[in-house]
């Protein structure tokens, strides 16, 4: 994927198959450390209803990161004040794309009103938040497809631009 930079664009309906591949590898490369096996496959399943999951992903606001052209993580802002999703292709893991998406997700969160920006975030997920300025505030546990997956929603407070 060479070394340039990751780039922003809106969710189009023909990118569902490829932001459900995105979630499932980012799933089942990057989370073993934190999830059981059969959590992670309990996770991953979620997105065995490709329509089902491009409706979630129209119906918030969804951004596509990509690297030469070709999409590599997603993130989605659920009404004004809630991230719902943030995945990135291990192949472009710590290149950047995670923080460039939270940082649109919190700019546009800013700009719909929010005053504070929350997230359920993974335990996987967790440390990339609490350096972004996120407080752990519940700490969760959900059932996911005969399995429960441990998460922790956390809170960051945006400042008059949107950003903290």
């Given at each position: 994927m060479g070394e340039a930079k990751p780039a922003l664009r809106p969710f189009l309906p023909d990118d569902t198959a490829i932001a459900a591949a995105i979630y499932?590898?980012?799933?089942?490369?990057?989370?073993?450390?934190?999830?059981?096996?059969?959590?992670?496959?309990?996770?991953?399943?979620?997105?065995?209803?490709?329509?089902?999951?491009?409706?979630r992903l129209a119906s918030q606001l969804t951004l596509i990161a990509t690297l030469d052209g070709v999409p590599v993580g997603f993130a989605s802002l659920k009404g004004a004040n809630h991230i719902d999703l943030l995945y990135v292709h291990p192949n472009a893991a710590l290149r950047g794309v995670a923080s460039l998406l939270i940082d649109a997700i919190e700019r546009l969160s800013g700009a719909r009103g929010a005053k504070l920006l929350t997230v359920d975030a993974s335990d996987t997920a967790e440390p990339f938040f609490k350096k972004r300025g996120y407080i752990p505030t519940q700490r969760n546990s959900v059932p996911v497809n005969d399995e429960w997956l441990a998460n922790t929603t956390m809170q960051k407070t945006l400042g008059e631009s949107g950003a903290a």
């Open positions: 499932v590898a980012s799933i089942e490369e990057l989370t073993g450390e934190d999830y059981s096996e059969a959590q992670q496959e309990a996770w991953a399943a979620t997105v065995d209803d490709e329509v089902a999951f491009g409706k």
